[in-house]
C-alpha cells in the first residue's frame, strides 16, 4: 500500500509533479500506479510522469514537467531551463516561447523529442545555474551567452 503523505511530499516539492520511481519510493506498486490512473487519482501526463490535481498550471511547473521527463530513468543527469525559456523567466524578453528549452549534460536516451522541447546538449557548471523549486534554471549571465555565442564567457 502506497504512503500518500510521502507522495504528497515529493510533488510539493515539484509542484504536482512525480515520477513513477518516486511513485514507487513512496509504496506504490505498478499496479497502484495504473489504479490511480485509471480511477483519476492520478493525471498521467508523460512516460513516467505524473501529476496530483489542485496544482496551480504555471510557467514553473512546466518546467518542472520537462525537466522530469528529461531525466527519465537517469537521475544523475544534470538539466536546466535555458535559453529563451530562461530569458522570459527573468523578465528579459516580453513573450513566452513555443517551447521550453533545457540544456542537458548527457545525451537522452529518449529518440522522440516532443515538439514542445529544445535540447541543447553542453557542459554545465555548478556557476552555470541556480536551483529553484522543483529544476534549475541557467543564471541570467550564462543564459545570454547561450544566446549570443559572441559575448565572451
Not at 68 to 87: D, F, K, P, V
Not at 114 to 139: M, Q, W
Request: charged share 20%; aromatic share 12%; hydrophobic share 35%.
Amino acid at each position: 500500500m502506497g504512503d500518500i503523505g510521502k507522495l504528497r511530499n515529493i510533488s510539493n516539492r515539484q509542484r504536482g509533479y512525480f515520477t513513477t520511481r518516486q511513485a514507487m519510493a513512496a509504496g506504490y506498486s505498478n499496479v497502484l500506479c495504473n489504479y490511480h490512473v485509471a480511477n483519476g487519482h492520478w493525471l498521467k501526463v508523460d512516460r513516467s510522469v505524473y501529476r496530483l490535481s489542485g496544482y496551480a498550471d504555471t510557467i514553473e511547473s512546466q518546467f518542472v514537467r520537462w525537466v522530469l521527463w528529461a531525466i527519465g530513468e537517469n537521475c544523475s543527469r544534470l538539466i536546466a531551463i535555458s535559453h529563451y525559456s530562461a530569458l522570459y523567466y527573468y523578465g528579459l524578453q516580453e513573450t513566452r516561447p513555443s517551447k521550453t528549452y533545457l540544456s542537458v549534460t548527457r545525451p537522452l536516451q529518449r529518440k522522440v523529442l516532443p515538439e514542445e522541447c529544445a535540447l541543447h546538449l553542453t557542459d554545465l557548471a555548478s556557476a552555470d545555474y541556480v536551483r529553484k523549486t522543483g529544476f534549475n534554471i541557467t543564471t541570467p549571465y550564462r543564459t545570454l551567452c547561450d544566446l549570443r555565442p559572441d559575448l565572451v564567457y
